[in-house]
């Protein structure tokens, strides 16, 4: 199939029905990817994904571009919201952190991160995507802190970390389930954000204290 006319990235765009398979290729490998691990078979990504596996291998030519783009799709949106967070916050601070969180836990059947047991990457744009989230959460919380309604030793990496705990699938959980007690510590986190009477937490760490190990095994020999 070949591509039509580009997008205004200059990216070429997909007829429709390669558009639809790439979208039920990603929507399979996702499923697979959380149930069966990063090797699971392609011809099983392929049958899930209603297409032949001459199909997959035109829009994902290996298993790395495959698992890169699942990566890519997650931290594509988890900026998305966190950038929506912030347009919301002039008006309530904690009410948008509350909102990003519990976007992200409605939206984890799309996130295949890192932090949530999803593959490690270093593709060079997911690195990117990731640090600009960092970003546009640290953002958030410091204009929270500015109008005193965040301690002030609230981290963006608390924010990350909170996320993923909360969007990790609970086995055996039905998903109506999962989500009230997700949605139960979402709120929790957010009431202990507040200032008043709160303790003092341990020492934070850093963002690349933590992103440091979310590198492909490689990089740890190197």
């Given amino acids: ?33 959380r149930e069966l691990g990063t090797a699971a078979p392609l011809d099983e990504i392929a049958r899930r ?32 919201l966190a950038r929506e967070a912030l347009e919301a916050a002039p008006a309530d601070p904690l009410a948008a952190i509350e909102g990003l969180l519990l976007s992200m836990v409605d939206e984890r059947e799309m996130l295949v991160l890192p932090l949530i047991g999803g593959p490690v ?5 997911a690195l990117e995507l990731q640090r600009g989230t960092s970003a546009a959460m640290e953002e958030l919380l410091a204009g929270a802190r500015a109008r005193g309604v965040v301690r002030p030793d609230a981290t963006a990496v608390d924010l990350i970390t909170t996320a993923a705990l909360a969007c990790r699938p609970l086995p055996y959980l039905p998903a109506e389930l999962a989500t009230a007690v997700a949605t139960r510590h979402v709120r929790i986190f957010v009431d202990g954000l507040r ?4 303790r003092p937490l341990p020492p934070a760490p850093t963002y690349e204290e933590v992103t440091a190990h979310l590198r492909p095994a490689a990089d740890a020999d190197r």
């Fill in 1 to 33: 199939m070949t591509p039509s006319t580009s997008h205004d990235d200059g990216k070429p765009r997909l007829r429709a029905d390669a558009a639809r398979n790439r979208a039920q290729i990603l929507t399979a490998a996702r499923d697979a990817f």
């Fill in 49 to 80: 994904a209603g297409v032949n596996i001459a199909t997959l291998y035109r829009r994902f030519p290996d298993r790395d571009a495959l698992v890169r783009q699942v990566v890519v799709d997650g931290f594509v949106l988890v900026r998305r």
């Fill in 121 to 125: 990457t270093d593709d060079p744009e």
């Fill in 195 to 198: 200032p008043a009477k709160a």
